[in-house]
């Protein structure tokens, strides 16, 4: 049978699974978020940019890499009516890269300072926070190697999260070299999961030996146990990224002075997700959670813009997923402010009261106030029902009579007091304004 047919033969239809309606009472949280995300970017000096739904699949397949589970598993791919292979936007990075080269920006001063909210398409379990459409705040600082870039990026992911009231967040913070170093780290990976391997799970069995980095990262709590014991890549830093490294500590030892509850903590299992990462990868993580709730990630990916066919350019970022991190304000209890709230409504008897409401309502709207007129096919106490449940801070009452004296009644819905008021719109919208 049609699973949105049931027996009664009419049709039914419900989300996608792993998606989710963003509904007008859960809108204050997205608008509290963004608004903040906004704020914070430009305050930081980065700039928005906006990369296309949908992009060439082999963008992704070079940038992200072969072997993570995003190419190897989650990717929405389908072939266009032309024959191309296109990919919606699982990561938001390799996007902002491709625009990067395409479009002239390594003639810009540098680093290049963008930012980006957008939604993200990923075949996955559905979980707490995480669907298969969800929606990224993400940045990226692109052009310049100095580890003091990667303090403000951490930094910026940091004000942006406890600006919005979270608290008691931990930030994780590890290096995994470069294509200097991480070959000898590789190699000791393999040894290390080599005598453990059978005790592992099917995916670190395959994953063995093309990306050992990947066992560190797996979500399995059997093969957790035997990455808590493995070799750390911190220990096998060549001199440049052992520098960057030290320099990175320092820098983030300073902001513990600026913004309390800074605490970097060294994790050698922090790798991510994605293979174009290089040097420093961090995380913020909400209270007892780990790693499977993540509300910030990102890192360094000196090697990915050369690898798309750009010149050899240093980039780093992170990524914020805004479903987890409205679950989690929720789980805080913090405020996503007052709703939305309709300025009036306009209730009327008789026809030529409600014509003229209309039109009040009308030129109110053209003035910014927010306005609406009761449901013409209700009585007047079934209009003021109406009024309440809509959350109106005031009605403007138009009666017949009161049509012929050119006044109408102003009464708020909250402390029950009103006042006669001019059937001009300027008048009305004065009231309502100076008690806002």
């Known amino acids: 049978m049609d699973p949105a047919r049931p027996a009664?033969?009419?049709?039914?239809?419900?989300?996608?699974?792993?998606?989710?309606?963003?509904?007008?009472?859960?809108?204050?949280?997205?608008?509290?978020?963004?608004?903040?995300?906004?704020?914070?970017?430009?305050?930081?000096?980065?700039?928005?940019?906006?990369?296309?739904?949908?992009?060439?699949?082999?963008?992704?397949?070079?940038?992200?890499?072969e072997d993570t589970d995003i190419v190897e598993k989650e990717m929405y791919t389908f072939a266009d009516r032309g024959g191309d292979s296109l990919t919606l936007k699982p990561e938001g990075t390799a996007g902002?890269?491709?625009?990067?080269?395409?479009?002239?920006?390594?003639?810009?001063?540098?680093?290049?300072?963008?930012?980006?909210?957008?939604?993200?398409?990923?075949?996955?379990?559905?979980?707490?926070?995480?669907?298969?459409?969800?929606?990224?705040?993400?940045i990226e600082a692109i052009g310049d190697p100095s580890p003091a870039v990667d303090a403000e990026v951490i930094e910026l992911g940091w004000s942006f999260v406890t600006g919005l009231g979270l608290k008691r967040l931990a930030i994780k913070v590890n290096s995994i070299g470069d294509r200097v170093c991480r070959p000898a780290y590789r190699e000791s990976l393999k040894r290390y999961f080599a005598e453990h391997i059978d005790e592992m799970c099917r995916d670190c069995k395959a994953r063995l030996p093309r990306n050992p980095?990947?066992?560190?990262?797996?979500?399995?709590?059997?093969?957790?146990?035997?990455?808590?014991?493995?070799?750390?890549?911190?220990?096998?830093?060549?001199?440049?990224?052992?520098?960057?490294?030290?320099?990175?500590?320092?820098?983030?030892?300073?902001?513990?002075?600026?913004?309390?509850?800074?605490?970097?903590?060294?994790?050698?299992?922090?790798?991510?997700?994605?293979?174009?990462?290089?040097?420093?990868v961090f995380e913020i993580q909400p209270p007892d959670e780990g790693g499977q709730s993540t509300l910030l990630g990102g890192g360094r990916y000196d090697g990915l813009i050369e690898q798309l066919g750009g010149p050899p350019t240093p980039g780093i970022g992170f990524g914020c997923g805004r479903e987890r991190l409205i679950l989690n304000l929720k789980r805080q209890e913090i405020s996503s402010g007052p709703p939305s709230a309709t300025d009036l409504v306009a209730v009327f008897v008789g026809d030529r009261a409600r014509?003229?409401?209309?039109?009040?309502?009308?030129?109110?709207?053209?003035?910014?106030?927010?306005?609406?007129?009761?449901?013409?096919?209700?009585?007047?106490?079934?209009?003021?029902?109406?009024?309440?449940?809509?959350?109106?801070?005031?009605?403007?009452?138009?009666?017949?009579?009161?049509?012929?004296?050119?006044?109408?009644?102003?009464?708020?819905?909250?402390?029950?007091?009103?006042?006669?008021?001019?059937?001009?719109?300027?008048?009305?919208?004065?009231?309502?304004?100076?008690?806002s």
Not at 14 to 33: F, N
Not at 111 to 126: A, C, E, N
Not at 219 to 231: L, M, W, Y
């Open 213 to 280: 980095l990947r066992l560190l990262d797996c979500k399995n709590e059997t093969c957790q146990r035997f990455g808590d014991q493995a070799p750390r890549s911190v220990d096998y830093l060549c001199e440049p990224c052992s520098s960057h490294w030290k320099e990175l500590l320092e820098y983030l030892d300073d902001l513990q002075g600026i913004y309390p509850g800074i605490k970097p903590q060294l994790d050698h299992r922090l790798v991510r997700g994605l293979d174009y990462y290089t040097r420093t």
């Open 96 to 138: 902002v890269c491709r625009a990067y080269i395409e479009n002239g920006m390594p003639n810009l001063p540098q680093p290049v300072r963008l930012f980006y909210l957008t939604p993200i398409f990923r075949y996955d379990r559905p979980q707490a926070g995480r669907y298969r459409q969800h929606h990224q705040f993400g």
């Open 355 to 435: 014509r003229k409401a209309y039109s009040l309502v009308a030129a109110l709207r053209a003035a910014r106030c927010t306005s609406v007129m009761a449901p013409p096919s209700r009585s007047l106490k079934g209009q003021m029902r109406y009024a309440d449940s809509v959350g109106a801070r005031y009605v403007l009452i138009v009666g017949e009579r009161e049509l012929d004296r050119g006044v109408g009644t102003l009464k708020s819905l909250k402390d029950q007091t009103q006042i006669e008021v001019s059937l001009d719109p300027s008048a009305i919208a004065s009231a309502v304004r100076a008690t």
């Open 8 to 65: 009664t033969g009419r049709m039914t239809f419900r989300a996608p699974r792993g998606t989710a309606d963003l509904l007008p009472d859960e809108q204050p949280y997205w608008k509290l978020v963004d608004s903040a995300a906004l704020l914070t970017a430009q305050a930081f000096g980065y700039r928005r940019i906006d990369t296309p739904l949908f992009e060439d699949t082999r963008l992704f397949q070079r940038g992200v890499g």
